[in-house]
């Protein structure tokens, strides 16, 4: 069974470029969530969708955005990239038989903002 | 919102010995607490979790405890390895999947 995948794993861009990152969750999981790794912040909540609808959304400004697709795939975007926006995005996929909360992570895409 | 604070952030401990994690919650609504483990340049896996309806919950050398009244959960490793070294992670919901993580602790067993 195929775990959570996430593209690109390592990508570069400058400030002002923007970004998309894609999730493929666990067949069968619904539930596509987003977070954000900093070196001391830990791990910061982005958004979750499920169904193609967002059910919740973190403290994060207007750039960040996401979707999901009718076959549960998820992207984010990020626009207008900033310095501050080098970080690990850590893509979670749940609802299969170990629980709806229980999250299953992907290896992350690592961006790096010059 | 959900606040999630853990201590220490860092623990040297010598193999064999016990590892205590620590964190506190603010939100009495929270009913689903994880702990996370993270290798350096890995991905978080899940390696126990509690709900609010049971006080402890035990997995081989790993247990988690839960104090609702007070709002915080501990982290108990025992007999430590090598190969516990890595970053733990606790965290909290209350519904649907939207977590708040604690900061992390970083774990080194010395051999």
């Known amino acids: 069974k195929a775990g959570v995948t996430q593209t690109p794993r390592y990508l570069i861009k400058t400030r002002g470029q923007q970004v998309t990152l894609s999730c493929s969750p666990i067949s069968g999981h619904r539930s596509v969530s987003w977070y954000q790794q900093t070196p001391g912040q830990g791990l910061q909540f982005l958004f979750e969708?499920?169904?193609?609808?967002?059910?919740n959304k973190g403290n994060f400004p207007g750039r960040f955005s996401g979707r999901q697709f009718s076959n549960s795939r998820s992207e984010m975007n990020v626009s207008t990239l900033e310095l501050g926006d080098s970080a690990l995005y850590l893509c979670?996929?749940?609802?299969?038989?170990?629980?709806?909360?229980?999250?299953?992570f992907g290896a992350g895409s690592r961006l790096t903002v010059l | 919102g959900e606040n999630v604070e853990q201590h220490p952030s860092t623990l040297s401990v010598q193999e064999g010995d016990s590892a205590v994690i620590k964190c506190t919650y603010s939100?009495?609504?929270?009913?689903?607490f994880p702990w996370y483990k993270q290798e350096l340049g890995k991905r978080p896996q899940l390696i126990i979790d509690?709900?609010?309806?049971?006080g402890e919950k035990k997995d081989q050398r790993i247990a988690v405890t839960l104090n609702k009244t007070a709002k915080h959960f501990s982290l108990h490793i025992t007999e430590t390895q090598p190969e516990d070294s890595a970053v733990y992670f606790c965290a909290a919901t209350q519904t649907g999947n939207q977590f708040y993580f604690g900061t992390g602790t970083s774990l080194t067993v010395i051999p």
């Open positions: 509690i709900r609010s309806n049971v």
């Open positions: 969708y499920f169904s193609e609808t967002q059910r």
């Open positions: 979670a996929s749940s609802g299969g038989p170990s629980g709806a909360n229980v999250l299953t």
């Open positions: 939100d009495s609504a929270s009913n689903y």
